[in-house]
Nanobody, 116 residues
Framework: QVQLVESGGGLVQAGGSLRLSCAAS????????MGWYRQAPGKQREFVAG???????NYADSVKGRSTIFRDNAKNTVYLQMSSLKPEDTAVYYC??????????WGQGTQVTVSS
C-alpha cells in the first residue's frame, strides 16, 4: 500500500506565499512522476505542476512563473512553492504520484484559500 500525506494548505492573503508538501510512504519503488493538481468549487480537477524522475518540470500556464515544484527523493516527498497567490488559486490541492509500474496514487487533498 502507498499512502500520501499532504500538508501546508491554509488561508493566505492575495500576494502571499505557501509551500505544500506531500510525503509518500509504504511500498514505493521507481517513482516516475510526482505532481500537484487542484480542484476549485464547481470546476474540474486540473493539472498544476509536475516533476519527472529526471528532474524535468512542467507547469500549468496559470501558475507558471509563480510556482516551483521540487522533490526530495530520499524522503519521497514533493513540494509546491507558490507565491504571488491570487484568489483564483483557491482550491483543494491534490498530490499525485505514479510509481511501482502502473501505480497511480492520490493524496486526500489540502485546502488553499486566498483572500482578496
Amino acid at each position: 500500500q502507498v499512502q500520501l500525506v499532504e500538508s501546508g494548505g491554509g488561508l493566505v492573503q492575495a500576494g502571499g506565499s505557501l509551500r505544500l508538501s506531500c510525503a509518500a510512504s509504504g511500498s514505493i519503488f521507481r517513482i516516475s512522476f510526482m505532481g500537484w493538481y487542484r480542484q476549485a468549487p464547481g470546476k474540474q480537477r486540473e493539472f498544476v505542476a509536475g516533476i519527472l524522475s529526471d528532474g524535468s518540470t512542467n507547469y500549468a500556464d496559470s501558475v507558471k512563473g509563480r510556482s516551483t515544484i521540487f522533490r526530495d527523493n530520499a524522503k519521497n516527498t514533493v513540494y509546491l512553492q507558490m507565491s504571488s497567490l491570487k484568489p483564483e488559486d483557491t482550491a483543494v490541492y491534490y498530490c499525485r504520484i505514479r510509481a511501482n509500474g502502473n501505480g497511480d496514487y492520490w493524496g486526500q487533498g489540502t485546502q488553499v484559500t486566498v483572500s482578496s
